[in-house]
C-alpha cells in the first residue's frame, strides 16, 4: 500500500503472476477514483477509474476494487508481464464542484522475467 | 491529434533566471493544471484554470505564475527561479466535468544551479 515517506513501497512480482496494488484514499466524500501507470520519465499514464456507485470495474488485464467502508482501492493486474513494470498511483476527486484530484504517493511495481 | 505537449523538455538554470514553460493541447479541454513532481512527496499541484482567461493557486503556489490567454494553452513561469524549484513539471488537462479524467503531459525537467 501507499505512505508517506522518502521512500515508495515496493512491490515484486514474477512475470505471469497476478499483482495487487493497494491504496487508501483520505476523503469519506470522494466519488471518483482513477489509477495512474508512471514509467520511468514518462508522465502519468490513466489506466482505469471508478465511481463511488460502484464496487468493482474490469478492464483489460486490471480491475479496480473499491470499498467505500474502510476507503480503500486496489489495482489488480492479471498476468503481469515486465511491460507493467512501473509506479502506481491513486487518485480521488471529492465531487461536486472541485475538479482538482488528491494524488498517493504511489508503489513501484518490479516484474521480474 | 497529440493531445497534450510540453516544452521544452529539458532546462537548466542558474539562480536567478527566469523561464516559461509552456503546455498545449488539441482536446478542447477546459481545464488545464501545472504539478510537480519531487522524489517521495508525490504530484503537488501548482496553479490551475478553469477556462480561457481564468487561474488560481493551488497547494503550491509561491514562486509561480501562470497565464490561460488561450484555451489550448497553459503557460507557467518562474520569474527568479531557486534551487528548490527543481523538480519535474507536469501539465495536465480535464474535460470540464468532476468525474472526467485528467491526462497528463510527458514533463519537463527543470534544474536550478
Known amino acids: 500500500g501507499e505512505s508517506v515517506g522518502l521512500h515508495l513501497p515496493t512491490l515484486s512480482v514474477q512475470e505471469g503472476d497476478n499483482s495487487i496494488i493497494n491504496c487508501a484514499y483520505s476523503?469519506?466524500?470522494?466519488?471518483?477514483f482513477i489509477w495512474y501507470k508512471q514509467e520511468s520519465g514518462k508522465g502519468p499514464q490513466f489506466i482505469i477509474d471508478?465511481?463511488?456507485?460502484?464496487d468493482k470495474r474490469q478492464g483489460q488485464r486490471v480491475t479496480v476494487l473499491l470499498n467505500k467502508t474502510v476507503k480503500h482501492l486496489s489495482l489488480q493486474i492479471a498476468a503481469t508481464q515486465p511491460g507493467d513494470s512501473a509506479v502506481y498511483f491513486c487518485?480521488?476527486?471529492?465531487?461536486?464542484?472541485?475538479?482538482?484530484?488528491?494524488f498517493g504517493k504511489g508503489t513501484l511495481l518490479t516484474v521480474n522475467p | 491529434n497529440a493531445g497534450v505537449t510540453q516544452t521544452p523538455k529539458f532546462r537548466v538554470l542558474k539562480t536567478g533566471q527566469s523561464m516559461t514553460l509552456l503546455c498545449a493541447q488539441d482536446?478542447?479541454?477546459?481545464?488545464m493544471y501545472w504539478y510537480r513532481q519531487d522524489p517521495g512527496m508525490g504530484l503537488r499541484l501548482i496553479h490551475y484554470?478553469?477556462?480561457?482567461?481564468?487561474?488560481a493557486k493551488g497547494e503550491v503556489p509561491d514562486g509561480y505564475n501562470v497565464s490561460r490567454l488561450k484555451k489550448q494553452n497553459f503557460l507557467l513561469g518562474l520569474e527568479s527561479a531557486a534551487p528548490s524549484q527543481t523538480s519535474v513539471y507536469f501539465c495536465a488537462t480535464q474535460a470540464g466535468a468532476s468525474t472526467d479524467t485528467q491526462y497528463f503531459g510527458p514533463g519537463t525537467r527543470l534544474t536550478v544551479l
Open positions: 482536446m478542447n479541454h477546459e481545464y
Open positions: 487518485a480521488e476527486n471529492s465531487g461536486g464542484s472541485n475538479y482538482k484530484l488528491t
Open positions: 484554470s478553469v477556462g480561457e482567461g481564468t487561474t
Open positions: 471508478i465511481r463511488s456507485n460502484m
Open positions: 476523503n469519506s466524500a470522494s466519488d471518483y
